[in-house]
């Protein structure tokens, strides 16, 4: 059917390759980022270590210069993680619903145009912001 040309297989090569590499790269992103996040609840440790359960459901969240004096609670961003996700779900579920309802069903072709322009450019918007 199709010819293989002659530097397919060299960029082949290339492309595997370099997808191998970035799969290492951030294999050993991860394996470091564990190494050094694990640390402070290891026996290990130099500096002493840390209960994981008083850190997860610590209400206090005090570093100081003495590490014995120290508190390393997350609790409460734990929670307010999870308030701020059930919330955003709890506003942005039914708009959008109410939204491909009235799109799919509702709008005449020209709303529908626009309207479909400003979903897709909000999709583009990182949702970071």
Known sequence: MFKKRLHEPVIEFVIRVSSYISILAVAFIILFILSKGIQPFLWFNKEGTYPFLN???????????????????????IVGSILGTGG???????????????????????????????????AGVPSVI
């Open 88 to 122: 955003a779900i709890l506003i942005g579920v039914p708009i959008s619903l109410f939204a491909a309802a009235f799109l799919s069903e509702l709008a005449p072709p020209f709303i529908q145009k626009i309207i479909r322009n400003g979903v897709l450019l909000m």
């Open 55 to 77: 850190f997860i459901g610590g209400m206090n969240w005090d570093p100081s210069d003495n590490p014995d004096n120290s508190k390393y609670g997350i609790f409460y961003m």
